[in-house]
């Protein structure tokens, strides 16, 4: 990713800051990058851009809910970090720095959190959502952010954004997904949902009308619920219009048998929409 800087910080005993860079930070965990969080990024690179300082994004690895919940209930990720990184990049986003949530880091007061990882880090401005929380079971609120923040920055809450009545948010997203409702997603994202994946094996159907390929997602994706979806295959440049089988947390791909039997490594899929299971070929696979 052209010019983003990525810095990991885990809090702990021999932690140490790194130099301060004077910056507007947008903060958040990001999961998918919809079009709420492209908002609040925005809104930051708006002024960041006015007073001449590096855009910047705090986010954290792994989900807050994941840890605070103590593995308990597992995370159902949108979008792997790389790709949350990718997509800050693409957005003009400067620095990332990407903190380690673990017990440690949730145990900052509010006013610890504020000192050490904002004004620590040189923000001069501060933006994040309506109900961005920080420090210690969450007692930190975009209220309470200026005074603890004790003037040294400023602060921006980005109003609650929704669409048709609803939250714009990565959970809403999630929901959208298991439910196989892929076609509504597009509307908070901002793009299709799109997973990458690793092919696993690839072949003709009998009489060679069809070409499927099966494939398993990479890590820290959420697949759509079992079921049959439209999807445009990216592929080394190529895009591919086919239809894809989801069973099992795995994805078997079928296409025009007169798509080119390419080895791929990896394909992206953008997930258009669902279909009934009569309108794709199934009594070949
Ligand atoms: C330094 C820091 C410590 C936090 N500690 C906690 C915590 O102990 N408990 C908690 O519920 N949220 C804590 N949060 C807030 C979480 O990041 C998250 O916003 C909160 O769990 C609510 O998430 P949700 O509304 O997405 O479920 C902390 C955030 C930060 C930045
Ligand atoms: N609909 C929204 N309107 C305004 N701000 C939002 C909205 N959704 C998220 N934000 C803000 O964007 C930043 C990142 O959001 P974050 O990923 O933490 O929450 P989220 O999208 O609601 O995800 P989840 O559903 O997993 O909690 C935070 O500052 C948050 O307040």
Redesign the pocket.
């Known amino acids: 990713m052209k010019d983003l800087k990525t810095v990991y910080l885990t809090h702990g005993p021999e932690f140490s800051l790194p130099k301060p860079e004077p910056c507007v930070m947008a903060m958040g965990?990001f999961d998918g990058v919809h079009v709420a969080h492209q908002q609040v990024i925005l809104e930051a690179k708006n002024i960041a851009r006015k007073r001449k300082i590096k855009l910047a994004v705090m986010t954290?690895f792994p989900h807050?809910?994941e840890v605070?919940n103590l593995g308990k209930e597992k995370m159902n990720y949108l979008t792997p970090l790389e790709v949350k990184l990718d997509r800050f990049s693409k957005l003009g986003v400067d620095i990332v720095y990407v903190?380690k949530?673990d017990l440690v880091?949730?145990?900052?007061s509010p006013k610890e959190?504020i000192d050490t990882?904002v004004t620590g880090l040189g923000v001069k401005h501060a933006v994040a959502g309506f109900?961005?929380?920080?420090?210690?079971?969450?007692k930190?609120t975009m209220k309470t952010m200026s005074t603890d923040g004790e003037g040294k920055f400023l602060v921006t809450v980005i109003s609650k954004l929704d669409y048709k009545g609803q939250k714009i948010s990565s959970?809403f997203i999630r929901n959208l997904l298991s439910h196989g409702e892929v076609n509504e997603i597009a509307s908070y994202l901002g793009d299709y949902y799109e997973t990458r994946g690793k092919v696993v094996s690839h072949y003709h159907s009998r009489i060679g009308k069809r070409f499927y390929i099966d494939v398993a997602v990479h890590p820290y994706y959420t697949l759509p619920a079992n079921g049959i979806y439209e999807v445009e295959m990216h592929s080394e440049g190529h895009v591919y219009h086919g239809s894809a089988l989801v069973y099992s947390n795995k994805i078997k791909l079928s296409f025009d048998g007169t798509i080119k039997n390419q080895t791929y490594e990896t394909v992206k899929l953008k997930w258009i929409r669902s279909l009934d299971i009569e309108r794709v070929q199934l009594q070949q696979i």
């Open positions: 965990f954290f807050p809910r605070l903190i949530f880091f949730a145990e900052l959190f990882y109900d961005f929380t920080y420090g210690q079971k969450g930190g959970t």
